[in-house]
């Protein structure tokens, strides 16, 4: 079934299936948990590839290359997610940071290699709602990926292209992913999604108390946390440790920011934080905290619904991993031996 007609971005319409009996919600929210099983091995797919690429071995690929990305998760309007990342191909690590990038490998054969590991990765997720189907799950046919030159710009070939630019593609989608929250309200299909990821989740906790298994080997029983986001459990924004600066020393910043500010508030004075970008990025493990004993009340409450929903996401991974670790615990604890010798 198809339809050819030109909506308004306001037609109630758009992200509604065209035969509500034929569409498979339970595949939907199936792939939807485990569409960061998917990123995972695109990620190993795609090292493994470069190091046929360059002719090394893949646990030799740091010594010539070094992968990194930052990737975001987007919501579409038919309730399911897709991905937007930035790949990039530095070569190995040295004392001044990454060596220059193989020259064997240029933008244009980096994406064909992304889109090669994206179309080879696969995983068969185990059944759901006890209705014994094996899904096999791979990335759609929709792959796009495009060489980024800081050379000149795409929607503009005559500027140049700025790292603030790059920057503003992902918080694009990470801002659009966090304000537009994918609770149902008014939209049937999301609701839909919702109340099916519900049942799984019913149906993983009877199996897991039926079956007395522990929590963590349940594939869907903790996908009561995850409703909300339709299924899926992953973070909207992730990245490579050295893709760019971590956020731990962003936090560092904001604190030695704030020390300083609160300083030139208390002494009326003006201060350039620009000019000390250096020293408030510096890597100082001696770093003393100052306590500033003045408080005003600014407010409670979440100022946008997107903010709502990912405070709601990291208390469930918290929550989560919490639950996780006590099984564990319980799990290797020795067990007390009820035979005695006579």
């Not at 190091?51 to 038919?78: M, S, W």
């Not at 193989?102 to 990765?121: F, G």
């Not at 350039?272 to 003393?288: F, N, S």
Request: glycine share 6%; aromatic share 8%.
């Amino acid at each position: 079934m198809s339809c050819m007609l030109r909506h308004a971005p306001t037609d109630p319409g758009l992200g509604q299936p065209l035969c509500w009996e034929c569409y498979d919600y339970a595949s939907h929210v199936v792939w939807q948990w485990w569409a960061p099983e998917l990123w995972r091995r695109f990620t190993i797919t795609l090292r493994r590839l470069i190091a046929k690429t360059l002719g090394v071995k893949p646990r030799d690929l740091n010594e010539h290359a070094t992968l990194q990305y930052a990737k975001v998760a987007e919501f579409q309007l038919r309730g399911i997610v897709h991905f937007h990342a930035l790949v990039r191909l530095d070569g190995p690590k040295c004392d001044a940071g990454f060596a220059p990038s193989p020259p064997s490998i240029d933008p244009a054969l980096l994406a064909r290699l992304v889109e090669e590991a994206a179309r080879a990765v696969s995983f068969t997720a185990p059944s759901a709602l006890d209705d014994n189907l094996e899904r096999g799950l791979r990335f759609g046919s929709q792959v796009d990926a495009r060489g980024v030159r800081t050379s000149r710009r795409t929607d503009d070939p005559e500027r140049a292209l700025q790292p603030e630019q790059v920057a503003g593609y992902l918080a694009k989608y990470a801002t659009k992913s966090a304000t537009e929250s994918a609770d149902g309200g008014n939209h049937p299909h999301l609701q839909r999604i919702q109340a099916v990821a519900a049942a799984i989740a019913d149906c993983a906790q009877s199996t897991a108390h039926l079956s007395d298994l522990d929590e963590h080997d349940v594939a869907y029983e903790r996908m009561a946390n995850w409703v909300h986001m339709l299924g899926f459990r992953g973070h909207f924004a992730t990245k490579s440790h050295r893709y760019s600066i971590t956020l731990g020393a962003l936090r560092r910043a904001r604190r030695r920011a704030q020390t300083l500010i609160a300083l030139a508030r208390r002494e009326g004075r003006r201060i350039d934080l620009a000019g000390l970008e250096a020293e408030l990025m510096a890597d100082d493990e001696d770093e003393t905290t100052l306590v500033i004993g003045d408080w005003r009340f600014a407010g409670m409450g979440w100022e946008t619904a997107g903010d709502a929903a990912l405070a709601k996401a990291a208390a469930a991974r918290a929550r989560e991993y919490a639950q996780w670790k006590s099984q564990q615990r319980r799990s290797t604890r020795p067990r007390r031996s009820n035979v005695h010798a006579t």
